[in-house]
């Protein structure tokens, strides 16, 4: 809790944010997807978010992340939402 002119108490929010990407260096690799949730301090859950984005023009695949993403395809079928059909 942080406290504004000793009065005030402002409770935090924490957000908790994740990333996935075809491959560890931007602008060679596309960023696949996006989602963050918002919990209150006292644990309440606030809200969340997603954005699936499409793939940079000319971006190559890292062979050790499609890997990756063949290996747990169920988990690459979340990221796009069913959408990009070479990551499954």
């Not at 996006?34 to 006292?42: H, I, L, P, R, T």
């Amino acid at each position: 809790m942080v406290v504004i002119h000793r009065k005030l108490t402002v409770p935090f929010t924490y957000i908790a944010t994740d990333y996935e990407f075809e491959g560890p260096i931007p602008g060679l690799h596309s960023m696949l997807s996006f989602g963050s949730v918002a919990v209150a301090e006292n644990g309440e859950f606030l809200g969340e978010f997603k954005g699936v984005l499409e793939r940079l023009e000319g971006a190559e695949s890292d062979p050790t992340t499609m890997n990756f993403w063949r290996r747990y395809h169920h988990r690459a079928i979340l990221v796009t939402g069913g959408a990009d059909s070479d990551l499954v």
